[in-house]
């Protein structure tokens, strides 16, 4: 039963924008979404999409993907998987051909541990 777990992601939230020192206004107006909403969403009362919970992790500059972990739409092991490929593909540093090998190197040494993504532990046809 994959159930949102909203009062705690609510609470997570609340804790979240006071260590950010943003009131919820500000937080509302920073992540586009209505001071309303927001507040519900901090009590427990609303279940916020991935796409709003994407725009108040970035209104937080905290990863989307923490968020997804609180709200039970992404458990651990996937959020460390995709926290590591935003921020390769985030560094600006490197070039999109560096970013891929590293995107395969990545794969094929979680491949070598048996930790292979979904995509790739599908039998192929």
Known sequence: MASLNVGNLG?????????????????????????PYLSQIERGLRKPSAEILQQIAKALRISAETLYVQAG?????????????????????????????LLQIYESFRKENGLATDDDSKPSS
């Open 11 to 35: 609470e997570y939230l609340r804790e979240q924008r006071r260590n950010a020192q943003l009131t919820l206004r500000q937080l509302a107006d920073a992540a586009g979404v209505s001071n």
């Open 73 to 101: 739409i992404l458990d651990e092991r996937d959020r460390d998987e995709a926290e590591v490929r935003s921020v390769i593909l985030a560094d600006p540093s490197i070039n999109e051909q560096q970013k891929q090998a």
